[in-house]
Structures are given as C-alpha cells and as structure tokens.
C-alpha cells in the first residue's frame, strides 16, 4: 500500500458498524465491490454501515487512531465499473481499524495471524487478500472485526 507524503491513497473505504476498513489494490481489484457488499451485508443484519471515500482516500494520525476522510469533491460517490458514478450513504471521515489489500491471488496471505501494517505512523490489523474474490474477502473482514459480534 502506497501512502503519498500528503497522506493520499489509491485505496476505499467503508465503515461498518463501528469499524473502519481501508480496501487498497489495483485499478479493478475489487475494491468498490467489496465495499459495497460489506455495505450491502451489514444492512441485511441491521447495522450501519456507510462509504467513507471510494478510489482516493486522505490518511492522517490524530491523537494515535488512523483516520481516513474523503476528498471533498468525492464526497458520497461511487464507482460502478461500466456504469459511472453512483451516489451513495457516506460519512466524511472514519477511524480505520483494518488495513485490506488486494493482490494477485498467488500473493495472497492464507492466514494472516496477527499481521499489521503501519500507515501513518498508526499500526493497524492488516489482511492480504486475492483480488476479485469480493465474497471471500467478506467473509474474511467479517471475521477478522466482527466474529463475536455477529454469530449466528
């Protein structure tokens, strides 16, 4: 994951619940789609959920949280590939509380442990995942935050 010294990053993110998920990868990686499903699950058990910032996303530490906002004039918006920009629930900024990033499939970590990625200075829990797999990333988001929370 690439952080530019002004804190941008070619990444998006949602919150869920009360947790923030920054998706970083490729142009067509997946990232807006597992965005959206996350978006989409969550409101299927009832919870929050919300678009921080979809294709660039403003990182910055503030009091030891990594906290990610959304450019102003991406505020809201959404990319469906073949379909343009979709307007959608969002909230302006988010702290983060895990780290995707989306690789070639052969590059992917099977079991993460406890693996963690410094950005900004903030270290934060950190999942390498094959991209275009959006049900499989899902389903590893899910139980990386939220196991205990949402047993069936």
């Known amino acids: 994951m690439i952080v530019e010294p002004d804190g941008h990053v070619h990444a998006t993110a949602v919150l869920v619940s009360d947790r923030g998920i920054l998706i970083s990868g490729p142009s067509g990686s997946g990232k807006s789609s597992i965005a959206s499903e996350l978006v989409r699950r969550a409101a299927g058990r009832g919870a929050f959920a919300a678009l921080i910032c ?13 906290i990610c906002a959304a450019p102003a004039s991406l505020q809201g918006g959404m990319e469906v590939r073949g379909s343009g920009l979709h307007t959608v629930d969002f909230e302006t900024c988010g702290v983060i509380h895990l780290a995707v990033e989306l690789t070639k499939p052969g590059q992917a970590i099977r079991f993460a442990g406890d693996a963690r990625i410094v950005l900004e200075g903030v270290a934060v829990p950190h999942l390498i995942l094959p991209e275009r797999e959006v049900e499989a990333a899902c389903r590893a988001v899910e139980a990386r935050l939220f196991r205990a929370f949402w047993k069936k």
Do not use: E
């Not at 294709?55 to 910055?60: A, S």
């Open 54 to 66: 979809d294709d660039q996303c403003l990182l910055q530490a503030i009091s030891g949280r990594l």
